[in-house]
C-alpha cells in the first residue's frame, strides 16, 4: 500500500530540539551510510532526529482533491502541424500558471532508458556502505556528492531520504569519475534530459509570447544538476517525511520517478498526489522561472511522504548553472512587464540564489521572498 497524506495517522508530537540532539546528528553522519544503513542494520522506530513537529502534516487533502491530477501533456505532436503545436503550448501554459505542475509522455527518451536509469539509481544505492563511503561528503566542490540530508545539521528535522548528486552541463564529470553501477545509464541519460529540457524551454518561451530561444539564448537551458533519491521503507511513516515541503531552486525540473509514489504538491492549500504514470516524466517550474517571469509562472511548493514500502528512488534534473561563477544578472523579464505590471523582484545572479537557497535549506518558506522588491 502507498501511504499518503490522507491514510496518514496525525503524528505524535515530539521535541525536535534538545540537549543531545547536535550529537545524535554527527553520530548519524559519521556513519556514512545514511538512512539506508539505518534500515538495513533492522531499526524498528524512526530515531528522534527524523521526528517531524505535526503541524508538517497539515493540509493533508479532504475527499474533494483526492481526486485531482496535474495535468499530462502529450508531445507527441510537436512536429504534427501548427494547431496541434499550438494546443501543447497553450496545456504548457496553462499548467506552468496554475499547477506549477505537469507531466509530459512522447517526450522521446525511451522508456529502456528511464527504467535503466532507476535501475542504476538503485544498484548504486545497493551497493556495500563500505563502496559507497568513498564518496560519502559534505564537500559540495566534489564531482560527485553522496550523503544523507544536505542540511542535515540546520534543519529542524532530518528527511526519510539519502541522494547521490553531481553536476553534469556544461562540464560534466569524466566517465570514470561518476559511480560505477550508473555511470553508463546517467550520461546517456543527462544527455537525453538535455534535449527534452530545450524543447519544453522553446515551449515556455512560446507559452510566454517570447521568441522560441529567447529561455535558451539568457541560458536557462545550460546547466544540469543530476540527483538520485533514496526513500528506504520507513517504519513509522506518521512521524516523519522523505522530503519536506519546499520549491525548487532551478528555472526548471524533470523527475523521474518509480511506480511506489509519495510526491505531493500544495494546491490550494491542500495536498494532492502525483500518481506515477509509466513512461512519463513530471516537470515542475523553479523558483528562479517564477523570479523571471515576474510570478507568472509558479513555483510551487512539494513534499515526499514516508511510506512503509521501499525502497523509492527517483531522479531529480535540475536546470540551473547555481555552482558556475558568473556575473549574469537575471530579473523580471523585460517584455512581460509593465505600468501595470512593474517588476517584483530585484536582479541577481543565479550562484548569489542558490547559495541563498544552499543556507535556508528545506526550512518551508519560499525563498523568494527574500528577492522581492
Known sequence: MVVTS????????????????RRELQAFDDTKAGVKG?????????????????????NNSSDKYKELSIPIIDLKGLDKDLASHQEIVDKVRCASETFGFFQVVNHGIPV?????????????????????????????????????????FSAAAANWRDTFYCFMAPTPPRLEELPAPCRDIQMEYSKQVMKLGTSLFELLSKALGLDSNYLKDIECVKGLTFLGHCYPPCPQPEL???????????????????????????????????????????????????LITNDRFKSVEHRVVANHVGPRVSVACFFSTSLMPSTKLYGPIKELVSEDNPPKYREITVQDFGS??????????????????
Open 38 to 58: 539505518l534500515v538495513d542494520a533492522g531499526v524498528q522506530k524512526v530515531p528522534n532526529i527524523f521526528v517531524h513537529p505535526p503541524d508538517a502534516f497539515d
Open 112 to 152: 529502456t532508458v528511464l527504467e535503466e536509469m532507476l535501475h542504476g539509481v538503485r544498484r548504486f544505492f545497493d551497493q556495500d556502505s563500505e563502496v559507497k563511503k568513498q564518496f560519502y561528503t559534505r564537500d559540495h566542490a566534489n564531482k560527485v556528492v553522496y550523503n544523507s540530508n544536505f542540511d542535515l
Open 240 to 290: 516523519t517525511l522523505g522530503a519536506t515541503k519546499h520549491t525548487d531552486e532551478s528555472f526548471l525540473t524533470v523527475l523521474l520517478q518509480d511506480q511506489i509514489g509519495g510526491l505531493q504538491i500544495l494546491h490550494q492549500d491542500h495536498w494532492i498526489d502525483v500518481l506515477p504514470s509509466p513512461g512519463a516524466l513530471i516537470v515542475n517550474i523553479g523558483d528562479l522561472l517564477q
Open 356 to 373: 541563498y537557497a544552499f543556507s535556508k535549506g528545506l526550512d518551508g518558506k519560499s525563498r523568494l521572498l527574500h528577492f522581492r522588491l
Open 6 to 21: 490522507s491514510t496518514m495517522e496525525a503524528p505524535v508530537p515530539l521535541i525536535t530540539s534538545y540537549p543531545d540532539r
